[in-house]
């Protein structure tokens, strides 16, 4: 109920005529409070008054159960000591009664001042102002108790039910930051009650409010900002519209957007990686006279960042069963995985593996596909690197290089191999590397458009029988993606051809003549098992000799043979260690 001081109007009333508002007045006894007592007696306390004009006459007890009076004069007290009167019978249980006090003193010329009317009622709560976070404390602001009895405020919290965390003093006192609560975890709630000088507390206020609590959730995989918060409710003007505030890099909280008063979330964009944003919520009364700030949230924005390129940088045969894959990663990604895929055909590609990337992001890195049969055929392979958000990218391709060639009757080898390929690169030359027992040595090199050599070892005859070939590729490799621009080499499989065993033997023999030695000739072979038959037409062994250099002069019994056809059996082991058997007829002619 609203109180009012009556001062002048009470002596209106009482017929003390209109007032001189030139003339002095004594100052007033301060009525401290009005308690109803259990039995329904009221008792009225207070404190002298500290007028000096002249002496104490009396104190005047006025009372009415109108606030607009008629007022009657219950007592007089002379005794300036007294403090307390106790209104007998007054059933202040059921009726409202409205007192105040005139002190009067023997002061020539003065209008006697009335005390501040009271009623027998208990304070009246003080209507809820706001409550806003300050430092990431609550913050209760409320408008002053409408009773004059107010000498204190008991703020209360709720856990569970509302209980008193303080007590503040002064009618009009009209704020109190809560450094106990939580606002920056959760949303307090907080009413508030007053309290006259008799320690008689009044309902605390149902219009509870509470703070406003705002969380933000990073959405990691783009660049957004997910804001939520409680509605700010019990403004009898209710809320206009909520602000969203931000400071980005300690450049000062502005308003960036506001939203209607029925949403409680907002999506906040367009922050950088690496951002440090402070983002609070304001709620605007209606009426524009107050605003409720949230609790301040600041983070540190880190936003996945997905790759901008993946460059294939080389694919090379390591060894018989190995080819070796190099790529260049982003290292300014957020890569979590790597996966490396192979194709036989640069259309369909089947996933080898999918693996951790290691950390910090190798400015190269590698792979082996191990057990691969590299002199088969070319393999194609590819790199996806994959961030945290699962966000793939895919380089382009490169294809390995295999070397494939043929032994030729001519003593000669002839080697081929298929092109090298590589998204951003161009082959520049091939360079063809033979073993001829001394290690690997370049022994030619040809441009990008030739695959093909033949190789002439007739000068290595009946000494190596056994060349290895590899190809190095020298190519450029020109990334736009990542500005590389650099020559690398990329080598096939390495191919081993071996000259076989032949045997050269003459088709017809002159018995003392030119031509009168039967004997072979071996290429590739050795002395070790030799042997060499010469048959009759009858089935008869007319010469053997396990002697390489021996031949048959066309004789037998030491006569010369007669002239026809005659059988030969002639076996030797070829440098390789491989048994050969040749048979076949040679002519004795005249």
């Known amino acids: 109920m609203v109180k009012l001081l009556l001062k002048y109007l009470m002596l209106v009333f009482l017929g003390m005529g209109p007032i001189n508002l030139s003339a002095q007045s004594t100052l007033p006894a301060n009525l401290l409070c009005v308690q109803t007592e259990i039995n329904g007696d009221v008792t009225l306390t207070w404190s002298a008054s500290a007028e000096a004009c002249g002496g104490f006459v009396e104190y005047q007890i006025y009372a009415s159960t109108n606030l607009a009076g008629p007022y009657i004069l219950l007592t007089n007290i002379a005794a300036i000591g007294t403090n307390a009167y106790t209104h007998i019978g007054a059933d202040g249980a059921v009726t409202t009664w409205y007192y105040y006090i005139v002190a009067v003193y023997s002061c020539a010329g003065y209008t006697m001042t009335s005390s501040d009317t009271l009623d027998n009622l208990d304070p009246i709560a003080p209507e809820i102002d706001y409550v806003t976070v300050t430092g990431g ?27 008193p ?32 000088s008799c320690d008689n ?26 804001l939520n918060w409680n509605f700010y409710d019990n403004w009898t003007a209710g809320v ?32 950088n990686d690496g951002d440090n944003v402070c983002i609070t919520v304001q709620a605007k009364r209606a009426d524009g006279t107050a605003v409720a700030v949230s609790n301040e949230v ?45 194709s036989s055909d640069n259309i369909e590609y089947v996933n080898l593996t999918t693996y951790p990337i290691g950390l910090p992001i190798p400015v190269v890195d590698s792979y082996n596909d191990n057990s691969i049969a590299t002199n088969a055929i070319s393999f194609y392979y590819r790199i996806i690197t994959i961030d945290s958000c699962d966000n793939q990218d895919t380089s382009g391709y490169a294809k390995s290089i295999v070397l494939k060639g043929n ?49 002439d ?45 032949r045997i050269y033997v003459p088709n017809a023999i002159v018995p003392n003549g030119v031509n009168n030695v039967f004997k072979p000739v071996l290429i590739y072979g050795t002395a070790d098992g030799y042997n060499m038959k010469v048959i009759n037409r009858y089935g008869e062994v007319i010469f053997e000799t396990d002697d390489i250099n021996e031949g048959w002069l066309g004789t037998y019994n030491n006569k010369t043979v007669e002239l026809g056809s005659y059988g030969y059996v002639i076996t030797f082991t070829a440098t390789n260690g491989q048994v050969i058997t040749k048979k076949g007829n040679v002519t004795v002619v005249r």
Request: with cysteine; net charge negative.
């Open 137 to 163: 404390q609550s913050v209760i602001n409320w408008i002053p108790s409408v009773s004059p009895e107010t000498n204190s405020y008991v703020i209360y919290r709720e856990n569970g039910g509302f209980t």
């Open 298 to 342: 600041c983070l540190l924005v880190n936003i996945v960042q997905a790759a901008d390129y993946t460059v294939i940088r080389n694919v090379t045969v390591n060894g018989p069963a190995q080819i070796g894959v190099e790529w260049y990663p982003d290292t300014n990604a957020d890569l979590e995985k790597v996966s490396i895929q192979r």
């Open 407 to 455: 032994d030729n009757a001519n003593f000669t080898n002839t080697i081929s191999w298929t092109g090298f390929e590589i998204q951003d690169g161009i082959v520049q030359e091939y360079r063809i590397y033979r073993d001829d027992g001394a290690g690997l040595v370049l022994i030619n090199t040809v441009g990008a458009a030739i695959q093909t050599y033949t190789d």
């Open 240 to 271: 206009f519209e909520y602000e969203i505030w931000v400071d980005r890099n300690f450049a000062g909280s502005a308003p960036v957007d506001d939203v209607t008063n029925t949403s409680n979330s907002y999506s906040l964009t367009g922050i």
């Open 201 to 226: 507390i009044g309902p605390f206020n149902n219009a509870s409010q509470h703070t406003i609590y705002l969380t933000v959730t990073q959405i990691n995989c783009s660049d957004e900002l997910l």
């Open 457 to 501: 070892v007739a000068m290595f005859v009946n000494v190596i029988d056994e060349f290895c070939y590899q190809i190095e590729c020298l190519f450029r490799l020109n990334s736009p993606e990542n500005g590389v621009d650099e020559q690398l080499l990329s080598y096939s499989n390495i191919l081993c051809l071996e000259q076989g065993p």
């Open 165 to 196: 965390i303080a007590t503040v003093y002064g009618r009009f006192t009209t704020s109190y930051t809560d450094v106990t609560g939580s606002p920056t975890t959760q949303f307090e709630t907080y009413t508030i009650s007053a309290r006259d």
